[in-house]
């Protein structure tokens, strides 16, 4: 029997694992990886004492603030399940169930597939979904970054660097990433953007070497040797069956990240609060685990 489980080892994951050896709780950290979508950002310039650091150096720097306090960490391990039983919170991954005190919901979200022919095929193949990953085995070719928000501008930004050329997909009529973002992507002869257009197919041979694009009332191929999806994210919160959520299966918190159910806390990009962000994901790690706290010292 734990105090506290903790589901991902994001930045709110991390910080509220921190925060809880801090208070001497017996805790455990059930993820898949460590970092979450912090350690797939490119260069990061607001996170507050770094003026610059790239996502995997700070991911890097909040693993090495987790084990310097030794908390016991399960990587490689999925939760399908959580529930609760009077006083325990239980908890089941694909290899056995766990019992808590409480448990904190951190579990972030993934990217969003684009859902045209081809993509499966092509995965991993020329198709990608994380440019900070697999960007460096795109060098000097001619690759597409979809979508035209923060990330798919963090993407063409890291490409600039890489590719050849990076044309940038866009299904709106402009870009509605970060000003700063966007002047540096307009601004930059590597890029063509391409508004008011979507992608509806992804072909190749045996790997990736153009996409179809759908613009106006007309289409045409461009030929790349690489795409990179970034058209949003999907909370991980299949497994969370009992606990109360918007529309977008992002988890409802309070303002002391409570959950629908007593003892259960939910912080980070898995949430519906506002605004994406390293930080804000960060601190609302360390409040879920400070709501988590006030919840365990008054329990009988």
């Not at 529930?83 to 409480?102: P, S, W």
Request: glycine share 10%; charged share 25%; aromatic share 6%.
């Amino acid at each position: 029997m734990y105090d506290l489980i903790i589901i991902g080892a994001g930045p709110a994951g991390i910080t509220a694992a921190v925060y809880a050896a801090r208070k001497k709780m017996s805790t455990l950290v059930l993820t898949l990886d460590i970092g979450g979508q912090a350690a797939w950002s490119g260069d990061i310039e607001n996170y507050t004492g770094y003026q610059f650091i790239t996502g995997p150096e700070l991911a890097a720097k909040f693993e090495e603030h987790m084990k310097k306090y030794e908390v016991e960490v399960h990587e490689g391990e999925e939760v399908i399940g959580i529930g609760k039983k009077e006083n325990t919170v239980l908890i089941t991954t694909r290899k056995k169930t766990y019992e808590a005190k409480c448990a904190i919901i951190a579990s972030g979200k993934r990217s969003r597939q684009l859902g045209v022919p081809g993509e499966k095929e092509f995965k991993n193949r020329g198709l990608t979904y994380c440019a900070t990953c697999d960007g460096p085995l795109f060098a000097g070719k001619d690759v597409a970054v979809i979508g035209g928000g923060n990330s798919a501008l963090d993407a063409t930004l890291q490409l600039i660097n890489i590719a050849k050329h990076v044309h940038v997909i866009n299904i709106t009529d402009k870009l509605t990433g970060d000003p700063v973002m966007q002047e540096k992507v307009n601004d930059s002869d590597k890029v063509s953007v391409h508004n008011n257009a979507k992608v509806i197919s992804v072909l190749g041979d045996k790997v990736v070497n153009a996409i179809t694009i759908e613009q106006g009332k007309g289409q045409k191929s461009i030929a790349v040797q690489g795409v990179f999806a970034e058209i949003g994210l999907i909370p991980n919160s299949e497994f969370a069956k009992t606990i109360e959520k918007n529309e977008l299966g992002e988890i409802k918190v309070d303002i002391y990240n409570r959950t629908n159910i007593p003892g259960i806390f939910a912080a980070g990009d898995v949430t519906f609060v506002p605004e994406k962000q390293i930080i804000i994901a960060a601190g609302e790690g360390s409040k879920a685990l400070l709501g988590a706290f006030r919840y365990l010292s008054k329990l009988k």
